[in-house]
């Protein structure tokens, strides 16, 4: 394993991030296809064999009980000061807003709700999930700034976000001596490139962290299409509102991932996750299986050549916003969002 500084901290940061949304209880959120506390351990045991010390979880994935089972593993398997462990908070709900909560309130509630369900004393990036329209950004970057204040967390990040937000959000942060955001978690893989117009740049200019979800388009760039169909591969219904509408054009470029896998001797998963590493800090991979978080480890070894890179980026066309970033808009009055902090339903 590899070793980075994430952006302007002093955290030092494996190249593979765990993503963790695939653990919890099934029963309590919207995924049947997460895996028991059981084989979760094993799967973070094994990862931390690998030698990732960096894991993402978050509030929202399945009731907190994805945060419980990572927490409880870590605790288990590594001592706090070798892991850097991210989690994230969601806007305020309807209900939060209707009984005057502030922004400021609602974060303190969420990371002490995170924190006791990891059964930390802090967390070391504590990250802004979606938007919240609902909410003045000052409250938000105000309240964030407290929860760093208080030692709850070490820095701050941002998911889902257009680059002209999350400077505003610096921008303010500066101005008002509030803690900055230091990463970036958005949609980005070979086969949707968009943050590559606006925040790639941008993050680039003021050395702040990629750790991109999404990184292998939710197993598509690890496979050919119609090969080795998983249970979330069926009934992810948000993976295929993400990847759906491009399907034959996308399906071209992972025939090439395949073909220089083969030509390689390498998997589809090291070749694509190979590419994403000429370009962020940390792609956040999601893991259910050894293999999964065993073949993202091995990217870390592979360097593609310049030739290779441009081989499989020349096919890529514009693709149209989708998932949580196609929803990253003023609300009209009459819609009410609904958010997951419980039995709730997120719109991811």
């Keep these: 394993m590899n070793y980075s500084r994430l952006g302007n901290t002093n955290l030092t940061v494996s190249r593979i991030c765990m993503g963790c949304m695939g653990f919890g209880d099934a029963g309590r959120g919207q995924h049947s296809w997460t895996l028991d506390e059981e084989h979760s351990r094993e799967i973070i045991r094994r990862g931390l064999d690998l030698g990732v010390n960096f894991y993402d979880t978050a509030i929202a994935y399945q009731s907190g009980t994805s945060e419980q089972y990572v927490g409880r593993a870590l605790r288990d398997f590594a001592r706090r000061d ?28 969420m990371i002490d709700t995170s924190l006791k369900n990891l059964g930390m004393d802090h967390v070391d990036l504590y990250i802004y999930h979606m938007w919240d329209w609902q909410t003045p950004l000052y409250d938000i970057m105000d309240g964030l700034n407290r929860v760093v204040k208080a030692g709850k967390a070490r820095y701050i990040g941002i998911s889902n976000c257009f680059a002209w937000q999350i400077a505003k959000a610096n921008a303010l942060a500066e101005r008002e001596g509030f803690a900055k955001f230091v990463s970036v978690q958005g949609h980005y893989n070979l086969i949707f490139r968009e943050e590559e117009r606006e925040m790639v740049p ?10 991109p979800y999404s990184a292998l388009a939710s197993g ?9 169909g998983t249970k979330r591969a069926e009934e992810d219904a948000y993976a295929k509102f993400k990847y759906g509408a491009t399907e034959e054009q996308d399906n071209v470029i992972i ?3 395949a ?18 590493l000429t370009k962020v800090t940390a792609p956040v991979v999601g893991a259910t299986k050894f293999q999964h978080i065993e073949g993202a480890a091995k990217a870390v070894d592979l360097t593609l050549t310049p030739e290779e890179i441009a081989y499989l980026e020349e096919l890529y066309v514009p693709h149209a916003l989708a998932g949580v970033m196609a929803q990253n808009k003023p609300a009209a009055a009459s819609e009410k969002h609904v958010w997951s902090t419980g039995d709730q339903k997120i719109a991811r």
């Design 202 to 211: 941008y993050c680039s200019e003021e050395n702040i962290a990629l750790t």
């Design 220 to 228: 598509r760039l690890s496979r050919l299409p119609g090969q080795g």
């Design 255 to 257: 025939a090439r991932v």
């Design 82 to 109: 070798e892991v850097v462990v991210a989690t994230k908070f969601l806007p305020r709900t309807p209900e939060e807003i209707e009984k005057g909560i502030s922004g400021q309130r609602h974060i303190e509630n």
């Design 259 to 276: 073909e220089l896998a083969e030509k390689r001797g390498v998997s589809m998963t090291e070749v694509s996750l190979a590419w994403l």
